[in-house]
């Protein structure tokens, strides 16, 4: 990737281990080593599971002739043999709870049922926090452009902040741009989020968003999961394979801004295999930031423009809808003046002062006001927009 970095110190998680009535620390050891194993992928492992009726340690200790036997080829043996010379097992899950990352396996209940369902999903995910009923059954993942417009920010803070209020879990890939501004936004509203990313979680990546990440933890409102062991750093070979668990945790994804090429469409692609909704926000056509956005609904994504549009495509109705409450009404003339000319369109501050002929004082108090109580936002420099 080329930049540094940020290694992981050790978050406040909240247990070490998820309990599993299924298998001893000892099995879960091999399982854990056997993510390690570059070549062993799903299939394969699936393959090993078969043959040694479910007995890990076997697998992992048998010898060359019994694993071509049952259909491993031979270059993928050697390679296997020749990986877990260096692995030591019992070493792997020392680490894991020193780090105090649980350990989730395709035999623990607590295995999201959605990832579940999909192809190749991974035998192990590693997580720091504790995922909850509602993370498992009601997540939506959402990602866009890591450079993103005033409208792109807009966008993404309203469809999380309203998606929290109906109780739904946010489901992102902690990168920066729309990414950081999902997770940021579920934390503030006192929702949840999940952030998967592409490396082991002894590092955070990128590592400007090391405080985010511990702040999803240490807060009890969110979790770090990966499928990536500790020690693997974030390739971009990884990536895909991430988007691919973001989509699987999810029962759909919504696009809020994203240009032509960016990975937030891969992110799109893999829910689409997978059998999953992808919503999008429609962006102007004269803006390159969410040209991906339209050709997605150009290819059959579903446009959105509220988060009811969502939950209702969804057949969501065992959480609340938004709150649809309207906010307090102007209290004064300036107010009056100031809100009757904005919109969800950014104006600058210096047009608010010219057209509503009040002094720059004024206009820059009851902006300060009109903030505070939730009816205007502040998205650029100088740049304010109305809440409701």
Known sequence: MGKKQRRMEVFDARARYYPSAKLTLEELSYWIAFSRVMGIGPVRFQLLLDHFQEDVASAWHAPSYELTRIGLDQRTVDSFISQRANIDPAHELKRLDRLRIQVITWKDACYPPLLRKIDYAP?????????????????????????????????????????????????????????????????????RTIAVLACGLDTIYPPSNYHLAKHIVD??????????????????????????IISGLSLGILV????????????????????????????SIFSNSGAGVNKLIRDGAHPVTEVSDILEHLN????????????????????????????????????LIRDTELA????????????????????GSMQYVRCT
């Open 219 to 244: 807060s009890g409102q969110g979790v770090l999961l990966s499928s990536f062991p500790l020690g693997i750093k974030p390739e971009a070979g990884n990536f895909p394979a991430r988007n691919h």
């Open 123 to 191: 035998p192990v995910l590693y997580a720091c926090g504790q995922l909850t009923e509602d993370d498992l059954h009601y997540s939506i993942g959402i990602v866009g452009t890591r450079k993103m417009s005033s409208y792109g920010r807009q966008v993404t803070e309203h469809f999380t902040k309203e998606l929290v209020k109906g109780k739904i879990t946010i489901v992102s890939g902690l990168a920066l741009g729309v990414d950081t501004v999902a997770h940021n936004t579920a934390l503030d509203n006192g929702g």
């Open 316 to 351: 969501i109705h065992t959480v609340p809808l938004p709150d649809t409450s309207v906010l307090r009404e102007p209290e004064n003339e300036e107010e009056r003046l100031v809100l009757a000319l904005l919109s969800r369109e950014p104006r600058h501050i210096d047009d």
């Open 360 to 379: 720059p004082n004024i206009v820059t108090s009851t902006l300060t006001i009109l903030e505070l109580d939730g009816l205007v936002k502040q998205v």
């Open 256 to 283: 809020t801004e994203a240009p032509p090429k960016s990975g937030a469409l891969i992110t799109a692609n893999s829910a689409l295999v997978q059998g999953r909704e992808v919503y999008a926000v429609p962006s």
